[in-house]
């Protein structure tokens, strides 16, 4: 069985900082890409980063390129976000999400965690 299992998210002032884990189990993720979405209320879900585990190549939307980072730990099965000088509008609920192929598209996302909400205040 298949689980994406996210973590670190909280309340934090804008110019801070923090790191998600999600830590991935049930089957081998080294042909996988896993990415990061978030959903504000009232919003659609949106891209945030994304890697394909086999040759950590990354990518972000502008709107956070530059602010947060995606890595991943092999031996801990485990990809990571970290966030840095967060602003208010980036107060979401954080998905992280494993596909086959490289794409910012959530619809071709086949594993989903259950979220983790950050909130950034002003």
């Known amino acids: 069985q298949v689980q994406l299992v996210e973590s670190g998210g909280g309340l934090v002032q804008a110019g801070g900082s923090l790191r998600l884990s999600c830590a991935a189990s049930g089957r081998t993720f080294s042909n996988y890409v896993m990415g990061w979405f978030r959903q504000a209320p009232g919003k659609e879900r949106e891209f945030v980063a994304h890697?394909?585990?086999?040759?950590?190549?990354?990518a972000y939307p502008d709107s956070v390129k530059g602010r947060f980072t995606i890595s991943r730990d092999n031996a801990k099965n485990t990809v990571y976000l970290q966030m840095n000088s967060l602003k208010p509008e980036d107060t979401a609920v954080y998905y992280c999400?494993?596909?086959?192929?490289?794409?910012?598209?959530?619809?071709?996302?086949?594993?989903w965690g259950q979220g983790t909400q950050v909130t950034v205040s002003s």
């Open positions: 999400a494993a596909a086959r192929l490289l794409s910012r598209d959530s619809g071709d996302y086949d594993y």
């Open positions: 890697m394909r585990w086999s040759d950590g190549s990354t």
